[in-house]
């Protein structure tokens, strides 16, 4: 099912989960703003133990593929699909795969290999390592309709700020969203007002705190759909995630952005 390989893509890690069908949708809106393909990929294992243990891999991939591109479809979102099977492990792959991408997503739960690799060691790797912005979406089955879903970034006075606040500005106006600056500085309106005049209609507020992304978001009742980091906050991957199932803190379900240097 290996298909031509465009020179830039939003690709997506498919393993069979519902958690990997809603990154998918998530990531399909990333690709009609950006005028290119959603490229979903399935990782099937580098070794087996006989040809049927192949086969049965392979055939789990393609219907995984199958039910990410479908429900794509049948979301009438107009964007071309693209679908490959590649030899794993998830990790490698994916960072390979991450030189042909404008955005790499994968869900943060997964019913096979790639739930263990995201929230584990894995996740640094591909965070660290991919050529691209890496995206962690959590599914939201309870997504509230009648409060501020907000974009959340941090500005902590460094070089990643930049780049961080154009993509939470850029995620801000796709997802009709206001941006969330947090940090420590004492100029942050003044960011929050560079981004406004930039911006025309982009909603910013900044809120002085000197927490890092994962222990504000604790903190918080309020509604937080996806947190954009740099690099220094991977390791903190997990803590900002928020743990698996029900929880009694919102951000359990916030999604994570990180944005490549």
Excluded at 49 to 76: C, F, I, M, T
Excluded at 92 to 106: I, K, P, Q
Excluded at 111 to 132: D, K, M, W, Y
Excluded at 178 to 198: F, H, K, T, Y
């Amino acid at each position: 099912m290996n298909r031509n390989r465009t020179t830039s893509s939003v690709i997506v890690g498919i393993d069979g989960s519902e958690a990997a069908v809603q990154a998918a949708l998530w990531a399909a809106d990333e690709a009609v703003a950006r005028e290119v393909p959603l490229r979903l990929i399935a990782v099937t294992e580098a070794r087996h133990q006989s040809a049927d243990d192949y086969y049965d891999d392979v055939h789990r991939a393609e219907d995984a593929v199958y039910a990410a591109r479908a429900a794509v479809e049948e979301s009438g979102k107009p964007v071309e699909v693209e679908t490959a099977i590649i030899d794993g492990p998830p990790g490698a792959a994916l960072v390979s795969e991450s030189d042909y991408a404008a955005l790499l997503c994968v869900g943060s739960v997964g019913i096979r290999r790639f739930a263990r690799s995201i929230l584990g060691s894995t996740s640094i790797e591909v965070a660290e390592n991919a050529r691209c912005p890496v995206a962690i979406i959590r599914a939201r089955s309870d997504e509230p309709t009648d409060t501020i879903s907000w974009i959340l970034v941090a500005a902590n006075g460094t070089a990643e700020d930049r780049p961080i606040l154009e993509m939470a500005t850029r995620e801000a106006k796709l997802r009709n969203a206001p941006v969330l600056i947090v940090g420590q500085r004492d100029d942050l309106e003044s960011d929050a007002d560079d981004l406004r005049r930039s911006n025309p209609g982009i909603r910013v507020y900044p809120v002085r705190d000197g927490a890092d992304v994962a222990a504000f978001l604790k903190r918080q009742d309020e509604y937080v759909q996806l947190a954009v980091i740099g690099g220094s906050e991977i390791a903190r991957l997990p803590a900002i995630l928020g743990p698996q199932g029900r929880h009694r803190f919102r951000h359990a379900q916030s999604s994570v952005l990180v944005v490549r240097p």
